[in-house]
Structure formats: structure tokens, C-alpha cells
């Protein structure tokens, strides 16, 4: 490839060379006519210094470094103004020298093999892209997707020419779609530009299959709006825009993509950004260790990389999820980083010291857990081994091993639990809390569902919608907060980087989100149309399951940080004590449920260490529930 390009780069270049010395010689024989004094050495010398002034600057300025084929305005423009200094360099060159009758002559004869050379150099551009530009026989107009961009700025813009000018594009503008009344009417680039308005009845004629929506910035109600208007077209709806939004500075840089809108987008509020540069500052050169590689962890993981940590310890009992986001960052950052995995589980003691003795962590992030809540509610013993002993254990080595801060992932579901997942999370934040006079900085972060982690309702959904549906959902009624996984790791990175001493972290995530709207959004997404193409059932709440969580903000109950999406919540700290006797409590409930699978002792246990559990139908039947609902309704 690179000998085929340097062959091209020639074949320009002496192409270049014959325009050349065809504009001069004209330029020379139009003097000649206009009886200016000619003669052999004076054209050799005013071409010689000509010829090395322009093609020298044009070598300066990388002009033949371009491929052409994809070559812009700019491209252009760099060779125009090359030859523009060229040109007056040689008019200084020859007065200075005396070569030239006068400054007038000097100056016109410059204008004139610049601009002449230039206008058939670029006309020989054109021809070689129209005729010598690669081709896909696949590709031709005909073949192409057919599109609508919507938006006629700079990144629209900037959209249309990658297609216009890639020969490998599967697609071909149609129009643009904008809402400035400067640009409705005309055209750029060749293609029109359409109202809004315009637009819905030219959908109906023009030759659009997919709709492209290339704006510089598009807020979660803009894109919900779009959504909603351009879906009646029948039309596929993509956005061109970053492949993701996280604090990867590689990322933030990465070309633009297009992609399909996903059920983020349509989230009914902005993505909350909380990472900065003195957070991924506090973790650089540190060792840092996350257990647990499920959806919150990896990404943690991914974080963490990003932010050239001296060592980053992966642990994880299930080793699918340990060796799939081992290979991902092998893959991205190979040998630079300091990486190790260990395949454990927190419940195991004695695996776990070696662990800690070994790499010695200075940062722990502790998001290993059974996070099921209806298979914990038939597996409460499990849920109590993994979930409350395996962060007792994870905290009590901290604390030996002198780890400077330890961070647990919590949930909503610990606020007011009406399930043993909840509860057993609550009791988890009731250990770190009890820390606060520890030398170890214990501090605990709850947010709320994750679209799309592990478990989550979103795959469940795509799993349905691609099986044909129905899409089955619990109750119509419930709603629950919503946040992506690049939101939650974030949070907890800032959150482990400012706390300072048992505290309980939550975010604001916005107004909470209607499960139905959600599994509706979903399917249209997916290309069909809800009730008619899939349908959605209503299946009932599943054991220990509410119809609304908790509100996580409660202004008045919360002490602000510097950051306003992140509360500290006021919760008074048990003692050591306090909470080794509820542990005591469940344990002995436990030994006494060991060899039987009814664990209605323990759920009872459960209750009376976590005094907030309660049934969940006393909760969901409850006054408080209808008017919250209603609240939601309205809003």
C-alpha cells in the first residue's frame, strides 16, 4: 500500500511539474506580446526561481503528504496559499536581483503563474478524484442507503462530506434538516436544506431510508423529542456522535461514530458527569483493588486503568467475568499496565489475606455481591454469607493491611428494604459506618438501578423483544431511578477520592423513571411498535420487590459536598459493638438453619438487625406509596 501511495504521490507531482511549466510558458509569451523584453536565460531564471519557491513550499507545507481522493476545502487552501507566498517571495527575489523590467511586471507575472498553475493543478485534482478515486463495486449511488442529516452545522457538515467523499460509505445525503432560518432553503454541499416543517411531508418523496441526527450537543429531551418526531417517518434513526462519554481522555478525543439512539439517550434527564481531573489525579501511582468484575466493577476497573494507577488488583470468584475485562485492558494498554487478577471469593478468609498480604492495596473498592433480589429472597443464607461476611471480611483486612480507603458499593434498595437483598446491603453499610474510628477511611456509596449491567431489566427486555415478546414487566405502575454505568463508577471514584470518614455517599439522579415508559422506548428503539408488533404483559411484583424505591435525595436529611449531585447522608454510626451483635444474632440463626432449606428463622433475624425491613405489600399497599405514585403521575 505504501508503494502504490508513493507512486500516485509521483504521478501527482509530475502532473504538477507539466502545469507548471505550461502556465509559465504562457505567462511568458502574453509579456512576449505585450512586447516586454524576452529572452531565453531570462525565462530560465525567472522559471527556475519560480519553480523552486513553489514546489519548495509546497513540500514545506506536506501538501503531497494528502491523499487526495478524500482531500476538503483546507487541503485546498494550504496549496493556494503556498503558491500565494511562493509567488510574492519571487517578486522580491527578481527586483531585488534586477531580473525584471519593473515591480508591476514582477508582480503580474507572479499573480499569473500562481494563479494559472493553481486553477490547473486543481482542476487536475478534481479529474484524478472523479476518475482515479478508489471505487467499491458494491457501493455505487444506486446501492447506497439513502439520508436525512438533521442538523446543518459545522458537525453535519462535517458528516456529509465523510460521506460524500468516502468511497467505501454505505450511504449518500439526501438533505439536511435544520431549524436556522439563514440555511432552510439553500443549499450545502449540494444538498438542501429542509425545515422540520418541510421535512415530515419531503420524507413521504424523497429516496431517505435512515435519518442521521449530527448535532453538536443533544440534550436527553432534545434526543427524546427527535426520537419521538422522526419515528412516525418510518425511518431509522441513528446519532453521530462519541462512541461512549466516560473519563478516558483516548475516548474523548476518538473520532466521532454513528450509532444507533440507545435507551440512555431517552433517559428523562442529563447524564450526570462527576469525574474530574483531581479525582483521576488521587488514584494515579496508587495500588488500587476492586472486587467483583460484574458490570459496576468492570467498568471501575476501566476507570481506574485510565487514570495510571501504580498497580490495579482484579478479584473475583466468577472468572468469565474476571478474564473478559482482564483481556480488554491487556488489550488497550498492554505491559504499561500494572495488572493482576485473582480468582477468589470474599467469603473465603483465608484466600483473601494472602490477597491483601500480597499487594498490599492502598485503595479498595469493594462491589463483590449477590445483587438478585428473587433468587436472594429463596437464598437468604447465600445472600447473608457473600453480601454481610464477605464484607466483614474485606473490611477487617483493610483495616489489618492498613488500606488507606475502603469504598462499598451500595444500593437504593438499602434504603427502607423490603427485601433480603436490601437488607443485607444495609447491614453492609451498618459495618463500614461503625468504622469511623478507624485509621482506614471507610466509606459507603448507594445509587440506584444501572441500565444495562448485569441482571439488569434492559437485557431482559432485549432478550424478549428478540425472541418476538411479549415484554413482560412486573406491575405498569412501578418506577424505579436510573443511572448508566459509566454515572455510577464515576460517582464512586469521586466519592472515594473526597471521603473522609464513614461517610454514606448518594447521588442525585433526577426524577425517577416509569418502568412501562422504559420497556415502550425499548421496542420502539428495537424497530417496532409497542402493543401492536410486541406486546407488553403485566406478570405481577416478584418476591420482596416495591413499586417505588425510596427518594435518594431528601435535601433537608442530606449535607451537600462539593460536588451538588453527591450528598452525604445523616445517618448516625453504630459502634464496633453494636453491630458485632447483630452479626452475632444472624449467625446463630444461620447455624441453626444450616441443614434445612427453610430459612424463615433467618428472614427473621434479618428483621430484627435491620430494624427498616419490612414486607413489602405493607409497603406497597400503604398511603404513602399511593400518594408517592400519584406524585409521579403528575409529574
Not at 415530515?200 to 442521521?212: A, D, G, N
Not at 498497580?311 to 499496565?337: C, F, H, K, P
Request: glycine share 6%.
Amino acid at each position: 500500500m505504501a508503494g502504490l501511495h508513493n507512486k500516485r504521490r509521483a504521478l501527482l507531482l509530475l502532473v504538477d511539474i507539466l502545469c507548471f511549466f505550461v502556465c509559465f510558458t504562457v505567462a511568458e509569451f502574453i509579456a512576449y506580446i505585450f512586447k516586454i523584453p524576452f529572452s531565453l536565460s531570462h525565462y530560465l531564471i525567472c522559471a527556475a526561481v519560480f519553480f523552486v519557491l513553489i514546489f519548495g513550499l509546497r513540500f514545506v507545507t506536506r501538501v503531497y503528504d494528502h491523499v487526495w481522493r478524500y482531500a476538503n476545502s483546507r487541503t485546498y487552501l494550504t496549496m493556494v496559499a503556498a503558491d500565494a507566498v511562493a509567488g510574492l517571495t519571487a517578486v522580491g527575489i527578481l527586483q531585488l536581483f534586477g531580473v525584471n523590467p519593473s515591480f508591476w511586471f514582477s508582480l503580474c507575472q507572479a499573480f499569473g503563474v500562481a494563479a494559472s498553475c493553481d486553477i490547473l493543478t486543481l482542476v487536475a485534482r478534481f479529474v484524478y478524484q472523479t476518475f482515479f478515486g478508489e471505487k467499491h463495486p458494491l457501493n455505487t449511488e444506486n446501492n447506497k442507503i439513502g439520508v436525512a442529516i438533521v442538523g446543518a452545522g459545522q458537525t453535519g457538515v462535517f458528516l456529509a462530506q465523510e460521506l460524500l467523499s468516502g468511497a467505501h460509505s454505505h450511504y449518500r445525503p439526501i438533505c439536511f434538516v435544520d431549524v436556522d432560518n439563514d440555511k432552510i432553503g439553500n443549499r450545502i454541499l449540494g444538498l438542501r436544506v429542509y425545515s422540520e416543517e418541510e421535512i415530515r411531508q419531503k420524507l413521504k418523496v424523497l429516496p431517505v431510508q435512515e435519518i442521521f441526527i449530527a448535532l453538536s450537543h443533544v440534550s436527553a429531551a432534545e434526543a427524546r423529542r427527535l426520537h419521538d418526531f422522526y419515528s412516525a417517518s418510518g425511518c431509522k434513526i441513528k446519532l453521530y456522535d462519541f462512541p461512549m462519554n466516560d473519563m478516558n481522555e483516548s475516548v474523548k478525543n476518538a473520532k466521532k461514530v454513528i450509532r444507533e439512539i440507545r435507551i440512555e439517550d431517552l433517559l428523562f434527564r442529563e447524564s450526570v458527569a462527576v469525574a474530574d481531573d483531581k479525582t483521576r489525579a488521587f488514584y494515579a501511582g496508587r495500588t488500587v483493588m476492586v472486587t467483583g468484575c460484574g458490570s459496576i466493577g468492570s467498568e471501575l476497573c476501566r476507570q481506574i486503568a485510565a487514570c495510571d494507577p501504580m498497580q490495579l488488583i482484579l478479584v473475583d470468584i466468577y472468572e468469565n467475568n474476571a478474564y473478559d475485562i482482564q483481556q480488554e485492558l491487556i488489550r488497550l494498554y498492554g505491559t504499561s499496565l500494572n495488572l493482576a487478577v485473582e480468582i477468589a471469593s470474599v467469603r473465603d478468609r483465608v484466600r483473601m489475606e494472602a490477597i491483601f498480604a500480597a499487594y498490599r492495596p492502598e485503595i479498595v473498592f469493594h462491589a463483590a455481591a449477590h445483587k438478585h433480589v428473587p433468587l436472594m429472597e429463596h437464598s437468604c443464607c447465600e445472600a447473608i454469607k457473600n453480601n454481610v461476611y464477605g464484607t466483614l471480611n474485606t473490611v477487617e483486612l483493610a483495616e489489618k493491611y492498613h488500606v488507606h480507603k475502603f469504598i462499598l458499593i451500595s444500593t437504593d434498595k438499602a434504603v427502607n428494604p423490603t427485601n433480603v437483598m436490601g437488607a443485607t446491603k444495609r447491614l453492609c453499610e451498618m459495618i463500614v459506618q461503625s468504622r469511623y474510628d478507624s485509621k482506614t477511611t471507610f466509606a459507603a456509596v448507594r445509587f440506584g438501578n444501572v441500565l444495562g449491567s448485569n441482571g439488569s431489566v434492559i437485557p431482559l427486555f432485549r432478550s424478549q423483544i428478540a425472541a418476538g415478546g411479549p415484554v413482560t414487566i412486573t406491575d405498569k405502575r412501578i418506577i424505579r431511578y436510573f443511572m448508566t454505568i459509566p454515572e455510577a463508577s464515576q460517582l464512586v471514584m469521586q466519592t472515594g477520592a473526597m471521603a473522609q470518614s464513614g461517610e454514606l455517599f448518594v447521588l442525585n439522579m433526577g426524577n425517577p423513571v416509569k418502568i412501562l415508559d422504559l420497556a415502550e422506548n425499548l421496542i420502539l428503539l428495537s424497530g417496532y411498535k409497542p402493543y401492536e408488533e410486541i406486546d407488553i404483559k403485566e406478570v405481577g411484583l416478584r418476591p420482596g420487590e416495591k413499586l417505588y424505591e425510596e427518594l435518594l435525595i431528601r435535601n433537608e436529611e442530606m449535607t451537600k459536598t462539593s460536588n451538588d449531585r453527591i450528598f452525604i447522608e445523616k445517618d448516625k454510626p453504630l459502634s464496633r459493638d453494636e453491630v458485632a451483635k447483630k452479626l452475632k444474632i444472624l449467625a446463630e440463626a444461620m447455624a441453626e438453619s444450616a441443614d434445612t432449606l427453610c430459612q424463615d428463622a433467618v428472614v427473621t433475624a434479618l428483621k430484627q438487625v435491620v430494624p427498616t425491613f419490612i414486607d413489602p405489600e405493607t409497603v406497597n399497599t400503604s398511603e404513602e406509596t399511593r400518594r408517592e405514585l400519584q406524585k409521579q403521575q403528575n409529574e
